[in-house]
């Protein structure tokens, strides 16, 4: 009988202690996943990399990420720096860098859990549509959700909702901006980028160039408990201009 084959690869694991460095015998058994990304995350291990992954991350690592930048608004240069001191607080530039992977990995990450908690995780015929990765208030009333589907007092459960902007979220131009890729592309708050671009696009006013890809928000809220309104949230690309609003009032639907 000939001898399975019996590879291994010199993988990079990031763990919440530290950044360790084995070598990975992949398994080649009859009945196994052949891919190599598959059996990393049967493991509990995310890859880097689908086709030949040489970096892998933990999944206690990934959400100890998340609580660090929601809890201590950590960055990912800070929280890997932690994690190269834990490794070597002698000489941390030995350890590989790995900031660049963890970037696109936590992304990847927190898009994969935002999927599962809202349902579509194992669903991958039905997509999420605008503004089903989104929770609205709890507190307002929802047909169907918080309240009978029909109630004869409409008036009595009225959702009342402002509109503001915020102009110290601005972003910059990117160099390439082709390589951004939207993972929530109008189902989560922001609303959807090509309808959006396709709306300002026909407004008859003036457009002035800038450096700046968005100059602030706008956002649609509750004006009781100021909780966001899924689809709602748009860039402003010079000022509170009426044509921005105009959309945000078409396409309320909570």
Same mark, same amino acid.
């Given at each position: 009988m000939e001898a399975l084959p019996h590879d291994t690869t010199l993988v990079?694991?990031?763990?919440?202690?530290r950044v360790f460095i084995h070598n990975v015998a992949w398994c080649h058994c009859q009945d196994s996943v052949f891919k190599q990304h598959l059996q990393l995350l049967r493991a509990g291990l995310f890859p880097a990399s689908s086709t030949w992954p040489k970096t892998a991350f933990t999944f206690e690592v990934l959400d100890h990420f998340l609580i660090d930048s929601l809890e201590c608004k950590t960055s990912a240069r800070s929280f890997f720096e932690k994690l190269t001191r834990l490794t070597n607080n002698a000489f941390p530039d030995t350890v590989p860098d790995q900031y660049h992977e963890l970037m696109r990995v936590s992304c990847l990450w927190r898009d994969l859990k935002n999927h599962?908690?809202?349902?579509? #995780?194992?669903?991958?015929?039905?997509?999420?549509?605008?503004?089903?990765?989104?929770?609205?208030?709890? *507190?307002?009333?929802?047909? #169907?959700?918080?309240?009978?589907?029909l109630w004869e007092?409409?008036?009595?459960?009225?959702?009342?909702?402002?509109?503001?902007?915020?102009?110290?979220?601005?972003?910059?131009?990117?160099?390439?901006?082709?390589?951004?890729?939207?993972?929530?592309? #109008? *189902?989560?708050?922001?609303?959807?980028?090509?309808?959006?671009?396709?709306?300002?696009?026909?407004?008859?006013? *003036?457009?002035?160039?800038?450096?700046?890809?968005?100059?602030?928000?706008?956002?649609?809220?509750?004006?009781?408990? #100021?909780?966001?309104?899924?689809? *709602?949230?748009?860039?402003?690309?010079?000022g509170k201009r009426q044509v921005t609003f105009n959309l945000l009032c078409d396409g309320l639907t909570c």
């Open positions: 990079t694991i990031v763990h919440s202690s599962k908690w809202f349902g579509f #995780g194992h669903d991958m015929e039905l997509g999420p549509g605008p503004g089903d990765l989104a929770l609205f208030c709890p *507190s307002c009333p929802q047909p #169907g959700i918080n309240m009978p589907l007092q409409k008036w009595l459960v009225m959702k009342r909702l402002v509109v503001d902007g915020n102009f110290t979220a601005q972003h910059m131009n990117m160099w390439e901006p082709e390589l951004d890729i939207f993972l929530l592309d #109008g *189902s989560g708050y922001m609303v959807m980028d090509s309808e959006y671009q396709a709306h300002l696009a026909s407004a008859t006013e *003036s457009k002035e160039k800038s450096n700046l890809r968005a100059t602030g928000v706008g956002a649609t809220a509750c004006a009781q408990h #100021g909780c966001f309104v899924p689809h *709602s949230i748009v860039d402003f690309q010079k």
